[in-house]
């Protein structure tokens, strides 16, 4: 290349980032704001009304975002101010998520709303090939189903150490996974786009987007699951790391644990909070007969004074958790993914207690009690769209206006 062109190549380059990131500032304040007129946008983004113009107009001839049906009547002369809105019938991404006991396959709209949701159990059966084939086996029949909507993508999402860049789960222990090449595996057999990340991390970004955290500068996230993991963004970007190994908190030591752990030590964080080990204790003293959380939490809300016991007791130590992490990131909002804390009051006082009062007002649910595992997945390619929305063209055929 002739060095005279290189100053040519790079401002165009620069030019492009510009556009893109000016289209997602546009199509992330429709979402917030929506319905919402062009010169409200443009205040609120401090960009230029021609460059609002612009941007709706590329986005609603991808199909992202409509005039609404009733325009607002301006105060003075000239044309009503017409709002836009995002089209949220036209488009949905697959969610997939990656539990311990089962996969949840889902379709989300733009808007984050799950639209169906199934649950696949696996059985004694965990091998990769074999769950990833039957989630995305799943997901085609959901989508196959799903009428006239275009899919943009896939998400996935699941525990332990997962690599975002390569698409790769590097290390799942509790399933028995290495070096499992999901987006290669999903892509292959749903010809679609794929994209990987860690459940925390997802979460962060699906709270940033459409739950609580929306426009919290700084958000820890702590998903306390059958995996024990965190998740910290700030100023909208979510901290991976070399390698996305930013959040493995398994095996850091929590006050009070009594726990044994595989590597030798007791009271990890993630043995002493995971879910088995809240199911093993309340089976042992005879509330639930199953391994499932969600049991506990029903025998609570039917008045079983052990389970409230058990739920309290973890919520409490889970506050511990929160509290250390709090006190290496001091973040703006603290997000709590965990069954109690979800559905109860007095967990979420417990946790709240622990953090202390100084800080207690900072921490606050999963926005996602009933729906958490399918956003996770979701999101993971919303986020991606809502960072890129032009890259939507590409995905969608839709560049030259809607069908």
């Known amino acids: 290349?002739?060095?005279?062109?290189?100053?040519?190549?790079?401002?165009?380059?620069?030019?492009?980032?510009?556009?893109?990131t000016s289209a997602s500032v546009v199509l992330r304040s429709v979402l917030e704001h929506g319905p919402v007129a062009r010169s409200t946008i443009a205040r609120l983004t401090g960009l230029s009304p021609a460059a609002v113009t612009d941007h709706c107009g590329q986005l609603s001839a991808l199909g992202l975002i409509r005039e609404?049906?009733?325009?607002r009547q301006s105060n003075g002369a000239g044309r009503p101010h017409i709002p836009v809105d995002l089209d949220a019938s036209r488009f949905v991404v697959g969610g997939v998520h990656v539990a311990v006991p089962y996969t949840t396959v889902a379709l989300l709209d733009l808007r984050g709303q799950v639209v169906v949701e199934r649950r696949l159990g696996h059985g004694d059966r965990t091998e990769p090939g074999r769950v990833l084939a039957n989630a995305a086996d799943a997901l085609g029949a959901l989508l196959a189903a799903a009428g006239d909507r275009t899919p943009l993508g896939?998400?996935?999402?699941?525990?332990?150490?997962?690599?975002?860049?390569?698409?790769?789960?590097?290390?799942?222990?509790?399933l028995g996974?290495?070096?499992?090449?999901?987006?290669?595996?999903i892509g292959a057999r749903t010809g679609l786009p794929v994209q990987v990340d860690g459940h925390a991390r997802a979460l962060v970004n699906g709270e940033r987007l459409f739950g609580?955290?929306?426009?919290?500068r700084s958000v820890l996230h702590l998903f306390v699951g059958n995996v024990v993991d965190a998740a910290f963004a700030t100023h909208d970007e979510v901290h991976h790391g070399p390698r996305s190994q930013a959040g493995v908190i398994a095996h850091l030591p929590l006050e009070g644990g009594t726990e044994p752990c595989d590597c030798g030590?007791?009271?990890?964080?993630?043995?002493?909070?995971?879910?088995?080990?809240?199911?093993?204790?309340?089976?042992?003293?005879?509330?639930?007969?199953?391994?499932?959380?969600?049991?506990?939490?029903?025998?609570?809300?039917?008045?079983?004074?052990?389970?409230v016991r058990l739920l309290v007791e973890r919520a409490r130590m889970v506050g511990r958790a929160a509290r250390l992490l709090l006190d290496v990131l001091n973040p703006e909002t603290v997000v709590i993914t965990e069954a109690g804390v979800m559905y109860r009051d007095d967990c979420l006082d417990a946790v709240r207690e622990a953090v202390g009062e100084e800080r207690a007002a900072l921490v606050v649910p999963s926005s996602f009690p009933d729906s958490v595992l399918a956003v996770a997945g979701g999101s993971v390619a919303l986020d991606v769209l809502y960072r890129d929305p032009l890259s939507a063209s590409a995905i969608s055929g839709a560049s030259s206006g809607p069908n």
């Open 1 to 20: 290349m002739p060095l005279s062109a290189a100053p040519s190549v790079a401002r165009r380059a620069a030019d492009s980032a510009r556009r893109r």
């Open 68 to 71: 609404a049906a009733a325009p």
């Open 154 to 174: 896939v998400g996935v999402a699941a525990g332990g150490w997962v690599d975002r860049d390569s698409g790769t789960v590097v290390e799942h222990a509790l």
């Open 177 to 185: 996974w290495r070096d499992v090449a999901v987006r290669e595996v």
């Open 212 to 216: 609580r955290a929306r426009g919290s």
């Open 265 to 307: 030590r007791t009271g990890c964080l993630q043995v002493e909070l995971s879910e088995r080990t809240l199911c093993h204790r309340a089976r042992q003293a005879g509330v639930i007969g199953t391994a499932n959380p969600m049991h506990v939490v029903r025998a609570a809300g039917d008045g079983d004074p052990v389970a």
